[in-house]
């Protein structure tokens, strides 16, 4: 089984800030692990992966993610929060090489970076 | 995300009444994906596909068909047993069932009751 939990609906940051979006996960062997964005009334678009090695994944849009297997966490940074990153993030969980590729998906956080 | 075309963008569904949604895709991707997303419930895996002529059960299957007759498409049917249809739903592709590459979502269909 695997699971994604996103402890927080909602984060709230003024721009220019650092913002973090917290996610931790639960798998039964080596994990894939995704972030996404969506905006309203669009599908999600990919933002960055971890598949192996360096715990610290850049992505798109200046965001990047920190791996701890210890801690299970895969949380989402960027050091300056632009008011065009206010949108809703997932996180997902694929276990490695099984499971019919499907992933599961974290229940998503609000993020509002106010002016 | 382009490559993936989902129609209608919104769609209303009268009492009794099967739907079909439609998901058509040219990036040649092997699997395909339906998902539910409610408010606050993050997303739900209806059906899914790894090969053509082939497809199972996600999580919440029930009140739903689909069928894989071409690579390219995977329509979903949300018949009149789907209690409550209402929900975003959305269609993904992955490049191969196994392996690391993230999934590729069109822009959904709104679907509502009438």
């Known amino acids: 089984a695997q699971s994604v939990a996103q402890p927080e609906d909602q984060v709230n940051v003024a721009e220019g800030n650092p913002l973090t979006v917290k996610c931790t996960y639960s798998v039964s062997g080596n994990p894939y692990l995704f972030w996404y964005v969506q905006y309203p009334n669009r599908g999600l678009q990919f933002l960055l992966k971890y598949i192996t090695g360096d715990n610290l994944v850049k992505g798109s849009y200046g965001f990047e993610a920190e791996f701890n297997k210890s801690q299970t966490s895969f949380h989402l940074k960027k050091p300056s929060a632009l008011v065009s990153d206010s949108a809703l993030y997932f996180c997902?969980?694929?276990?490695?090489?099984?499971?019919?590729?499907?992933?599961?998906f974290g229940d998503g956080t609000t993020l509002t970076v106010k002016p | 995300d382009g490559g993936i075309t989902q129609s209608p963008k919104y769609l209303f569904r009268k009492e009794g009444q099967n739907v079909t949604l439609s998901c058509e895709q040219n990036?040649?991707?092997?699997?395909m994906y339906w998902y539910r997303q409610d408010p606050g419930q993050g997303l739900r895996l209806i059906y899914y596909?790894?090969?053509?002529?082939?497809?199972q059960k996600g999580d919440i299957a029930e009140g739903y068909s689909v069928s894989r007759e071409k690579k390219e498409s995977f329509p979903l049917t949300v018949t009149s047993a789907q209690k409550n249809p209402t929900a975003f739903y959305l269609c993904?592709?992955?490049?191969?069932?196994?392996?690391?590459?993230?999934?590729?979502f069109g822009d959904g269909t709104r679907l509502s009751i009438l």
């Open positions: 993904a592709v992955q490049s191969r069932v196994e392996g690391n590459q993230p999934q590729h």
């Open positions: 990036l040649n991707h092997d699997a």
């Open positions: 596909s790894q090969i053509v002529n082939d497809f």
């Open positions: 997902a969980v694929r276990l490695f090489n099984t499971n019919a590729g499907k992933s599961t």
